[in-house]
């Protein structure tokens, strides 16, 4: 909690932060045992953040940004002093959620991601439930994301036998989300994987609408059909919110970070 406080404060100073990434427990181990940096990190909660402006202003943010760190309880504060440091403190957050799989039980594990968003002010909430969900579960899974503007990413590694499990979690966080006066996405978009929960957010009767309004601009339906909005409803019902027949935003390995 400390360390949302922290981010908090910081966004709300006004400074022009490029960046404030939080990345929780399991993902820090991801990125030790993922090898992905020379370092050696904590394993715990850790805020990542990158400052903008002259030399002057950068120094200025990083003190500010420490007295806030130190009021807060945080247990250590770490900063570049040159471009080669920058780069390095920094590529531990890029490779930061496909890192998960370095914490696999199995090759053959698949992956599933939600981007949820939410007030600042509700984000330790969200984060704490979330991670509740994931012990609860039995699954590897993680916490990161933009927390400068509310926006978070949990992570759920899973088998074949698991995968009902995962998509259970993956909806709990979007409908906490959006009774908390969120989103179910914040950064990537409806796209396939969320079409079927959108009326959850929206509402059936917006969703209509807009489906409408579609047909009366593109009848054919040939500009990124089924996207947003299914053609053909094909869904079944998975705890209150709808799903595709598909999988809910899995996949396997890939190369970049969100």
Not at 50 to 77: D, H, P, W, Y
Not at 123 to 134: G, Q, R
Request: charged share 25%.
């Amino acid at each position: 909690m400390e360390l949302f406080s922290t981010a908090t404060k910081i966004v709300q100073s006004g400074y022009p932060l490029a960046a404030i990434e939080l990345l929780d427990d399991v993902t820090m181990r991801a990125v030790n045992e993922g090898g992905y940096t020379h370092k050696q990190w904590p394993e715990v909660t850790t805020l990542f953040l990158k400052f903008s402006g002259t030399s002057l202003q950068v120094k200025e943010q990083i003190r500010e940004a420490e007295k806030f760190t130190r009021s807060c309880a945080c247990t250590s504060f770490e900063f570049s002093k040159n471009e080669e440091e920058a780069q390095a403190l920094w590529y531990a957050r890029k490779p930061a959620l496909w890192g998960l799989f370095a914490l696999e039980n199995d090759p053959q594990d698949k992956f599933m991601n939600v981007d949820a968003a939410v007030l600042i002010s509700q984000l330790a909430d969200i984060i704490d439930e979330t991670k509740k969900k994931l012990v609860a579960s039995g699954l590897v899974g993680s916490c990161l994301g933009h927390v400068g503007d509310g926006n978070f990413h949990a992570a759920v590694l899973y088998g074949a036998k698991d995968k009902h499990k995962a998509e259970n979690i993956i909806c709990e966080v979007q409908k906490m989300a959006v009774d908390m006066g969120g989103s179910v996405t914040g950064e990537h978009g409806v796209g396939l994987a969320w079409r079927d929960v959108l009326p959850y957010e929206l509402g059936e009767t917006t969703v209509d609408a807009m489906m409408q309004i579609k047909l009366a601009l593109e009848p054919l339906c040939l500009l990124n059909p089924g996207k947003v909005m299914r053609l053909q409803h094909e869904s079944e019902s998975l705890d209150g919110v709808k799903h595709g027949t598909g999988a809910v935003g899995d996949s396997h390995h890939a190369s970049d970070s969100p």
